[in-house]
């Protein structure tokens, strides 16, 4: 069956480093995504992963290892308005999105 | 990037009355729109893909009898709660996809059936 793991929750220090991992199981795979969801709101977009290998996007990058199965969100310099739940989502080959529970991330000053 | 407006943000009905949904994307056409539900503390839930101008495909277990979901325009779907009980109280979110693979979602609408 399809899955997406992902840890239920982080806690990080303001200024720090933290990395969200993400493992997943689908019927074929085009891509892989990573969202950003604060109490209350829809989600928001951070980033896409088709191709192995890290892509930057300021204090967020993303990585992803296709035969691994296996993707990170790396968030830099954390500030307090980072904490949110973040999302893991890959698509599967109906371009499908399948949805990880989210990993719910603390940020402590 | 593209904007989906959802509306409304919250409602409150009571249970056995009905309650639409819409979701417009403003600044693009959308062939193709999606509706999620959302329980606390847990995953987004697909309930279904609304195509422009044919019937939506349900999820398994999503009852397309309650849960109405019309696609009229390019722009518009809506998605009525039809009879609503206290445990279709959640957080019901919808997305288009502009190309793919990204899409963009709407506000959501916290729905509570008192």
């Known amino acids: 069956g399809q899955n997406i793991d992902q840890p239920t929750e982080m806690t990080a220090t303001e200024g720090a480093i933290v990395q969200i991992n993400c493992t997943y199981q689908?019927?074929?795979?085009?891509?892989l995504f990573w969202y950003q969801q604060h109490a209350g709101e829809a989600p928001t977009f951070l980033s896409y992963?088709?191709l192995d290998g890290l892509e930057e996007k300021g204090r967020f990058s993303s990585f992803l290892s296709r035969s691994k199965g296996y993707s990170y969100l790396l968030l830099k310099e954390l500030q307090m308005k980072d904490s949110a739940s973040y999302l893991c989502?890959?698509?599967?080959?109906?371009?499908?999105?399948?949805w990880g529970a989210g990993t719910k991330l603390i940020i402590k000053p | 990037g593209a904007v989906v407006s959802q509306h409304p943000s919250w409602v409150i009905c009571k249970s056995g009355t009905s309650v639409k949904i819409e979701c417009r994307s403003l600044?693009?056409?959308?062939?193709?729109m999606f509706w999620y539900r959302q329980f606390p503390k847990q995953s987004l839930m697909l309930m279904a893909t609304s195509n422009e101008g044919s019937k939506a495909t349900y999820e398994q277990g999503v009852e397309k009898d309650k849960f109405l979901i019309n696609h009229a325009s390019l722009t518009l779907s809506t998605l009525t709660v039809t009879s609503a009980h206290p445990e279709d109280s959640s957080f019901y979110i919808c997305s288009a996809r502009v190309r793919d693979p990204e899409a963009f979602f709407g506000q959501g609408t916290r729905l509570t059936v008192v």
């Open positions: 689908t019927s074929g795979f085009n891509g």
């Open positions: 992963n088709v």
């Open positions: 600044d693009f056409q959308a062939t193709t």
């Open positions: 989502a890959a698509m599967d080959s109906n371009y499908q999105l399948i």
